[in-house]
């Protein structure tokens, strides 16, 4: 580990930025060229070598796929560019959610084989929860089949930007050996064995087809911005220097998204790429001030070193060199040594050490500021989505969400001489991925795991094997099922009355439930002439929560439901906050049971890519687990199917899809909530 000088980048010229797609786009392979054109590394990265700087976890190699969001720096330019290369596959979503939170932008990477596909439009979904700015990059253009024209179509088609291209492809699929510059009317072609671009005129077969797009260009610009439209209205063109600041613009407002391409595997289109990053994505000092709370009262931090101190964790991570927290700088500066205040955990802590992180290498810093992305040693409480600040200017940001576990496994060590370290091993876990969740089954006595699918579950009992050496047994998977209210009750009475010695408790609730169009809880009071005391609300409404989490059909959690408390009573000496509390929990239970209630399973939208000449035994088999087909199209020797199916029918589909296609299907799934599950449906 050596020791880095304080960077004096300006703020204006630092780029926080994550790569986007799905998986198999290029995200890995686009990180790698950056990371090699900016001089940071001196030899290319390949996936299936198992060579790459941000895919450094030893299953991440075995398997080819980016598990663990993975940030690395590089300069380009005389800028600084801050770039976290982010999971594709749908069960580390959660990974994509707590980066997006700390980007001021990201690079959309997209296959112009297959256009937008199901996590590609999921993590663009995340982005857009975010207000992420983005800028998007075709891939693979060299590949049989691409076409700029129809991954564009399809960008515009399901994610319903306004897609303002900048470049021509020189040449098609094997032929692709360049693009042209639409804004400076440039050839840029690259040749097999350079790293950097020739730029020469545009060839003369596509002068007129480039003049063509760019004046399409211009118009999709002036119809977007109103300093464009001015000057595309006096003279009837735009110049480049108009068209690069109405970019932008556009691009930091996220009304258009600027769209390049390229091939990243022969390294050509990424200059432009990383141009286009420095350009039009927006610096820390170009995005709103953070906002917070305390006390109730709303507080903004813009992005001045000057300012007081305030960060958030996004990540933690146990390495052989300590506890890393992942931290993105807000406001103000923090040396080594600086104590800083968790408002969440309500303890001051002290940075041990700064990191400026480098996949798995660490660069010492004196300091970070406003704008970083850094990693500290020496944090114990903070958690991924704590907030540090200063403690005399207390602020708590808004964490990332964090999904829902859908599936779970058992798990037990082999040996009992290896049960604690299996508990402190999952309890590491836990804390270091705040979507996966242990729990103690109250029935059984087992530890169930709990995450977002099963290579999700997989990946974490492989970690703890290859980390602690104990040998875990891991039960079949089960689906996390919900239960919910279909008709509900009015006027459901429930007195709650307890009188031992002493001061006895005493509460009256009149209940009404029904259901609620969506997931979730809804409460409210109908009750009227101060019957019962606001407090006392307050505490049914906490005792109506305590009551969902176990459902009257098999204990399972209780969504989708609005309960409305309409009248109630009090006692003048054995009414209390708890005797209250008490009441909504077993006054909403017994009530649950007067519904009509049905029991909800998690539901994926599957997309299934196999030969033509498998399409009906795949579509036989969706049906038979119970899918639900809702479209399909065909290409060139292949056809893809989309089908809505039960999550539960999907265990080990991988290998029964690899049997019926010879191994030459595929299939992604991605959650798209919960449905109702039939009657037959076992789920204990």
Avoid at 330 to 342: F, H, L, N
Avoid at 390 to 409: C, F, G, K, M, Y
Wanted: hydrophobic content about 40%; glycine content about 10%; aromatic content about 4%.
């Amino acid at each position: 580990m050596r020791t880095e000088r304080p960077l004096t980048t300006p703020l204006s010229a630092v780029r926080n930025l994550g790569i986007l797609a799905h998986v198999d786009a290029g995200k890995t392979t686009v990180t790698e060229r950056f990371l090699y054109l900016t001089g940071t590394t001196h030899r290319r990265g390949e996936v299936h070598d198992g060579t790459t700087v941000t895919d450094f976890d030893p299953q991440e190699r075995d398997r080819g796929i980016t598990i663990f969001a993975a940030a690395v720096t590089c300069a380009w330019d005389g800028h600084r560019i801050n770039l976290i290369d982010t999971p594709g596959h749908v069960d580390f979503a959660d990974e994509v959610e707590r980066s997006l939170r700390v980007l001021d932008g990201a690079v959309a990477v997209f296959d112009a084989v297959a256009g937008v596909e199901p996590q590609s439009e999921s993590v663009w979904r995340q982005a857009d929860r975010y207000g992420v700015p983005r800028i998007a990059f075709v891939n693979k253009l060299d590949r049989t089949g691409a076409d700029l024209d129809t991954a564009v179509a399809s960008l515009r088609e399901r994610l319903h930007p306004a897609p303002l291209v900048v470049q021509l492809p020189i040449g098609t699929e094997a032929g692709f050996t360049g693009v042209v510059d639409l804004l400076r009317m440039r050839a840029l072609v690259w040749t097999d064995g350079d790293d950097t671009a020739q730029e020469l005129p545009v060839p003369d077969d596509l002068l007129e087809e480039a003049g063509r797009r760019r004046r399409l260009l211009e118009e999709a610009v002036a119809e977007l911005h109103p300093g464009a439209l001015e000057e595309f209205y006096d003279g009837s063109a735009l110049s480049a220097e108009t068209l690069r600041a109405a970019l932008r613009d556009l691009t930091r407002t996220g009304e258009g998204v600027v769209v390049l391409c390229g091939s990243a595997y022969r390294n050509r289109g990424i200059e432009p790429l990383l141009d286009a990053v420095v350009a039009y994505l927006p610096s820390p000092s170009d995005v709103p001030a953070v906002r917070g709370m305390y006390d109730g009262g709303a507080q903004e931090r813009a992005a001045d070193p000057q300012l007081p101190f305030s960060a958030l964790a996004f990540k933690v991570s146990a390495t052989a060199t300590g506890r890393l927290t992942y931290l993105r700088v807000y406001s103000g500066t923090i040396e080594k040594g600086d104590t800083v205040w968790d408002p969440g955990a309500r303890r001051t802590e002290r940075i041990g050490r700064i990191l400026r992180v480098q996949a798995d290498r660490h660069e010492r810093l004196d300091r970070a500021v406003a704008g970083d992305i850094v990693a500290v040693i020496g944090l114990r409480s903070a958690r991924a989505g704590s907030t540090l600040c200063a403690p005399d200017a207390p602020l708590v940001l808004e964490p990332p969400a964090v999904a829902d576990p859908v599936v779970s496994v058992a798990v037990e060590a082999r040996r009992s001489t290896d049960t604690d370290r299996l508990t402190s091993a999952l309890a590491r876990l836990a804390e270091e991925d705040p979507s996966l969740t242990v729990r103690t089954d109250g029935e059984t006595g087992q530890t169930v795991l709990s995450g977002m699918g099963e290579l999700h579950l997989e990946v974490a009992v492989e970690k703890i094997r290859r980390a602690t050496g104990v040998e875990v047994a891991v039960g079949r998977p089960r689906v996390a099922h919900r239960e919910t209210v279909v008709r509900g009750v009015s006027g459901h009475v429930f007195r709650h009355v307890k009188q031992d010695g002493g001061a006895g408790q005493f509460a009256h609730v009149v209940l009404d439930v029904e259901p609620l169009d969506g997931p979730g809880f809804e409460f409210r009071s109908a009750v009227v002439g101060g019957r019962v005391p606001q407090e006392y609300v307050r505490s049914v409404e906490a005792g109506c929560r305590d009551a969902l989490t176990e459902g009257p059909i098999g204990g399972f959690p209780v969504t989708g439901l609005r309960v409305t408390l309409t009248d109630g009573a009090t006692h003048v000496k054995d009414s209390s906050e708890q005797a209250f509390r008490t009441a909504g929990r077993l006054g909403l239970r017994e009530a649950l049971r007067a519904c009509t209630t049905v029991l909800l399973e998690p539901v994926v939208e599957v997309t299934v890519t196999v030969p033509e000449d498998a399409v009906g035994g795949v579509l036989g088999d969706l049906a038979a687990r119970r899918g639900r087909v809702t479209g399909s199209t065909a290409r060139t020797g292949s056809a893809t199917v989309t089908a809505t199916v039960p999550l539960a029918e999907l265990f080990g589909y991988a290998t029964r899809l690899r049997s019926r296609t010879q191994g030459r299907g595929t299939f992604t799934a991605r959650p798209t909530g919960y449905a109702p599950a039939p009657a037959a449906v076992t789920v204990r």
